[in-house]
C-alpha cells in the first residue's frame, strides 16, 4: 500500500487520538444501515461488475492500515481500557451523587465497535479484497453472531449492572431482521441487560435522537458511550465536515465527563461528510477527495 493512502495517514493519526480513517459504507446511515432490509441494487453488466470489484478492492487498501491497528496494537487495546475505566469512574460519581437519584440512573451507549468487536470479521473481507461493508454485507455478519466482546468490555457492563445503573444498548443495526440475532449473540458474550426494553435498534429512523429522548424521560442519563459522532445527543446527522467538528468543539468540556469516545478508525458518518455523495464516487474521484484533504 501506498504510504500516501488515506488509511495509512488516519492510522497513525488515530494513535494520538483520532477517530478518523478510510472509506468504507457509512453504517449508520438510512440508506446504508447495518444489515438492513433493503435490496442491493442488481449489478447487470460485466462493467458494473468490474467497477464494483475496482471500489470493493480500492477501500480494502486504504483500510488495511486502519483494521490491522484495531487488530493487533497494545494503543487500541489501552483506549478501550482508557473508555471504560473514564466510564465507571463517572458511574460510581453518579451513584454517590444524591442529585441524581431523582429518577434511576441509566447509561447510554453504542454496540459495534463501542462494546462489541467486528474486527475480524471485517479483515477477512479485506483480506478477500472487499472493503465495502454495505447493508448486505452488514447483515450476514451479523446473524454469524460471531462479533466479539471488546477489551473490558464484559467486566465493565457487568458491573455497571452490579451498581444498579441501567444500560441501554442503542445501536443502528436494523431490528426487524437482525434483533433475534443481536440478543442471542449479546448474551453468548455475558452482556447483561440483553432484552427487548434494553436493546434499542434501528427501526424507522436512523437518528438515534428520538430513542435518547425516549430514555430521558424515564432515566437520568449519565453517560453516552460510542465510536461515532451521532451516537451521541448533539446534533450531528446529516451536518457537513466543517458543521460536525464544530459542534464537537461546541461540546469539548462533555467528553470524558459525559461523553466517552472510542476509536473507529474503520467506519462512521465522518466519512460520508467528506464529500457529497462519497461513497458512490470513483476510486480516482475518492483519491482526489482523500489527497485534497491530507494537504491541507
Known amino acids: 500500500m501506498k504510504r500516501s493512502s488515506l488509511a495509512w495517514y488516519v492510522a497513525v493519526a488515530c494513535l494520538g487520538g483520532s477517530l478518523f480513517v478510510g472509506p468504507v459504507v457509512q453504517a449508520d446511515s ?3 444501515v447495518k444489515a438492513s432490509s433493503i435490496v442491493p441494487t442488481t449489478v447487470t453488466t460485466q462493467a458494473e461488475q ?6 470493493q478492492q480500492y477501500q480494502a487498501e486504504t483500510e488495511t492500515m486502519g483494521l490491522l491497528w484495531m487488530r493487533t496494537s497494545a494503543e487500541y487495546r489501552a483506549l478501550a481500557y482508557q473508555g471504560y475505566n473514564v466510564a465507571m ?14 429518577k434511576p440512573l441509566a447509561i447510554v451507549l453504542d454496540a459495534d465497535e463501542t462494546v462489541v468487536d467486528n474486527t475480524k470479521l471485517m479483515g477477512e473481507s479485506i483480506a478477500n479484497g472487499n472493503g465495502r461493508f454495505d447493508a448486505p454485507w452488514w447483515r450476514q455478519a ?17 458491573e455497571v449492572h452490579k451498581q444498579g445503573v441501567e444500560i441501554f444498548y442503542v445501536s443502528n443495526r436494523y431490528a426487524p431482521v437482525n434483533y433475534d440475532a443481536t440478543v442471542q449473540n449479546f448474551k453468548e458474550l455475558g452482556f447483561p441487560s440483553v432484552d427487548k426494553d434494553h436493546v434499542l435498534l434501528f427501526e424507522k429512523d436512523s437518528d438515534k435522537q428520538p430513542r435518547f429522548d425516549a430514555i430521558a424521560k424515564k ?15 448533539i446534533g450531528t446527522k446529516g451536518k457537513t465536515l466543517a458543521e460536525r467538528n464544530g459542534i464537537i468543539d461546541a461540546h469539548k468540556e ?3 465527563t459525559t461523553f466517552v469516545v472510542f476509536p473507529n478508525p474503520a467506519y462512521g458518518s465522518w466519512v460520508s ?6 461513497q458512490n464516487l470513483s476510486p480516482e474521484e475518492q483519491k482526489q477527495v482523500n489527497n485534497q484533504y491530507l494537504q491541507q
Open 142 to 158: 451479523v446473524h454469524q453472531g460471531k462479533s466479539q466482546a471488546m477489551p473490558g468490555a464484559v467486566e465493565f457492563l457487568n
Open 273 to 278: 461528510a467528506l464529500a457529497k455523495g462519497y
Open 89 to 102: 469512574n463517572l458511574v460510581k460519581m453518579a451513584v454517590a451523587d444524591p442529585s441524581h437519584q431523582r
Open 50 to 55: 468490474a467497477a464494483l470489484k475496482q471500489k
Open 30 to 32: 438510512p440508506t446504508t
Open 254 to 256: 462533555d467528553f470524558g
Open 219 to 233: 432515566y437520568s442519563v449519565v453517560l453516552y458511550m460510542g465510536d461515532n459522532a451521532g451516537d451521541f445527543p
